[in-house]
């Protein structure tokens, strides 16, 4: 809420342009601007300009705005809706302004809010939706900056869900007045028809819509697999923010931090179901059947998994229990562990000529005879991303060495990747065991071995060899699903 004396002295409104036309005077950057901004409406450009600007002339033949290509005057501004003073110069500025004053149509004289009847705002244009910021004239920037941050939030198919949602307004007016029709429009804008239009399935969303009318079934739950990335709060996809900013309730793991969980709706419910030391935590078992039983309660949840949720994120289990279930669901990715831990030594991945594909692997696959399949791919080149692999690490780099990998190769390790406190380590193969002993290491760590680790930067990062702790491994932190 606004303080108590502190009062709109530009108050805003949408103003009808529809086929009407809109004058602007000048044939500059100013005048292109305005052009720009207003040709996002459908009113009917009116240009006069004798000296416009190439980029200027070819807006109006892309657009088919009108072009008076001469010398202003005042019988130039007559039957505009609105008009504005885009010259650049001073004088002629307030002249327009003084005419338009006189013909009764308002005016904005651009970076003169003197002369101006009305500002334009910055603009978020989900048409039919817009939202419009102004400052009074006192901050472009600062309304730039707050254009940009409704922009991110915003479903760039609001206007489709918009347009839906009109069509609909007849049929709704027959439900009943209040609470069957308020029901109505949330489950559209926040349940399946959102959803279907989300997915760019318009007719799906049409069905939906339908349904939401004829049914008095509660609405349907839904859940979201969202990854939550790495850790680093700002390596959240957009997606995932605009979903845990609608959840009813948000399910999350051990290794999800609590600043993402934060960035969730307010009054959203908070249900930690990882494995964080000293914590009971729920099987998967239990997991499955809370998901199913807050879908059948008509829940809107997040299922937020550290990383990508479907790599080594027991989906797989949450999907078939879903869908067994006849619960609808979606998969959000995010940005896995091994991709923020590459990107924190500027590793390279893939490297022309060095290594043309990529292992994602756990070591807990190793404990058998036989040697696993990625394992020979190691041996072929591949890079490999060893997650959950710290309390395996002699293991992985044993029995890699006994299959042919040289023990020379290299290997980058980090701890908490992405996030600030992390922690980088470099060395060979044959250094790996020394992974298994370090008490220190408590956050999550990923390995990353391979020939084109030798072409990260290790400039940040310790000698994996030269520091040797007595300790036990933790696998707690490891966040161990198998
Ligand atoms: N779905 C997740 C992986 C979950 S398994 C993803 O896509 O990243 C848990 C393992 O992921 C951890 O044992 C560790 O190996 C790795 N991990 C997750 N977050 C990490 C981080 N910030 N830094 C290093 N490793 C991480």
Redesign the pocket.
Known sequence: MPEANAKLNAFPVFMRVEGEAVAIVGGGEEALAKARLLGQSSAVLRIIANTAEAELLSFIAATGAVHIDAAYEAAHLEGATLVFAASGEEALDRRVAADARRLGIPVNAVDRPELCDFFTPALVNRAPVAIAIGTEGAGPVLAQILRGRIDRMLSPSLGALATLAASFRGAAERLPKGNGRRRFWSDFFAGAPARAVEAGELSQAHDAALDLLVSNAPAAGHIALV?AG??AEDLLTLRAHRLLMEADVIVYDA?VPEAIVAMGRRDAERLPVGKRKGCHSKSQAEINALLVELGHAGKRVVRL?????L???RAGEEMAALRDAGIAYEVVP?V???F??AADFELPLTLRGVSSSMVFT?GHDLKGNSLPDWAKLAISGATVA?????SVAAEVAGRLIEAGLSPDTAVAV??????GN?RRFHGTLADLPSLEARADLT?????IIGDAVAGANFERSEPLAAHRHEGVANTA?????Q
């Open positions: 990854g790495p850790g290794l998994k550290s990383g990508d949720p790599v080594f994120g995010g896995t562990a091994a923020a831990a756990t060893v997650y959950m692999g710290r980090v701890e908490n990747a992405s996030l992390r956050g999550p760590v990923m390995t932190a490891e966040g161990v699903e």
